[in-house]
C-alpha cells in the first residue's frame, strides 16, 4: 500500500534576509514544523535566491552529504579541502562533510542573482574523510528522460554520494509519460516539481510542489505541461 505525503509550493518555510531568498521544504534554522523535519534520509531542500555579490560566509559541516543544484546564475565556492571552484548552471555539486569542513559560498556577479537547490541527505556512514565533487550535465539528456544526476556508485553517471540515493533531473513536453521503478527496495522517492505541472500517480503537482512517495515499486509520472522536475530517491530508514 503506497504511502503518501504532499508538500504545497506555500507551505514551505521562508526567510528574506534580504540579500537571500529562502524557501525550505524541511525545517531549516528558524523555521520549524515537527511534522516536516525530514523524508527518510533527506533532510534538507532549501530553495534559495542569492542577490548579486552576496553569499553564505565560513561556516561548518560534519557527517552530512550536501548536494547544491545552480538553477540560474553561478556560485563561487571555497573550502578547507583547498578546493575554489565556480559552479555554474547545469553543473551540480557534491561535498562529504564526513568528519567536518569550512566552506564558503556567494554569488560571483555583480549583476546577476543565483538561484539554487541545496540538498543535504544524511550519510549512510560516520566520519568518512571529507571530500568534493563538481561535474557539468548534459542537458539533452534530461528531454523525456530521468537523467541520472546522482548515485551511490563512484562508476556510475552523475556525482556520487555515501548513501543509497539516486537522483534524476528531467524535463518532459506536455503529456509525455515515463514510469518510475525504484532502485532499491525499501526507498522512497521525494519528487520536486521546478516548473510546470505533472501527475504523480494521479496526484497533481505544480511549480515547486514536493511529494513524498513510498511503499511501491513502480509509478506512473505525466506531464501536464512543458515540466521540469527533481526525483530524489532516498532510503526510509537508515
Not at 52 to 77: K, S
Not at 87 to 106: C, L, N, P, R, Y
Not at 196 to 205: A, S
Amino acid at each position: 500500500m503506497k504511502n503518501t505525503v504532499l508538500h504545497k509550493a506555500n507551505t514551505r518555510g521562508h526567510a528574506d534576509h534580504g540579500w537571500l531568498n529562502a524557501n525550505h521544504s524541511f525545517s531549516f534554522a528558524s523555521w520549524y514544523n515537527p511534522e516536516r523535519i525530514q523524508f527518510g534520509m533527506l533532510r534538507v531542500l532549501n530553495d534559495d535566491t542569492i542577490a548579486a555579490g552576496m553569499g553564505f560566509g565560513t561556516h561548518p559541516h560534519d557527517n552530512m552529504e550536501i548536494i547544491t543544484i545552480p538553477l540560474e546564475g553561478d556560485l563561487a565556492h571555497k573550502d578547507s579541502m583547498g578546493n575554489a571552484e565556480v559552479i555554474k548552471t547545469g553543473d551540480v555539486q557534491v561535498m562529504s562533510a564526513g568528519t567536518g569542513i569550512q566552506h564558503s559560498e556567494f554569488n560571483p556577479n555583480a549583476d546577476q542573482r543565483t538561484k539554487l537547490f541545496q540538498i543535504w541527505v544524511f550519510p549512510k556512514y560516520r566520519n568518512v574523510t571529507p571530500r568534493y565533487q563538481q561535474i557539468t550535465l548534459d542537458e539533452s539528456e534530461q528531454k523525456n528522460n530521468f537523467a541520472q544526476i546522482l548515485s551511490p556508485n563512484a562508476d556510475d553517471a552523475g556525482v556520487w554520494i555515501y548513501q543509497d540515493a539516486w537522483f534524476f533531473l528531467a524535463d518532459f513536453d506536455k503529456d509525455f509519460t515515463k514510469t518510475y521503478t525504484l532502485n532499491k527496495e525499501g526507498n522512497g522517492l521525494y519528487v520536486f516539481v521546478i516548473s510546470g505541472t505533472i501527475t504523480v500517480d494521479g496526484q497533481e503537482l505544480e511549480t515547486r510542489d514536493g511529494l513524498g512517495i513510498w511503499d511501491f515499486t513502480n509509478l506512473e509520472i505525466k506531464a501536464s505541461t512543458e515540466a521540469k522536475f527533481l526525483l530524489m530517491e532516498i532510503p526510509m530508514n537508515q
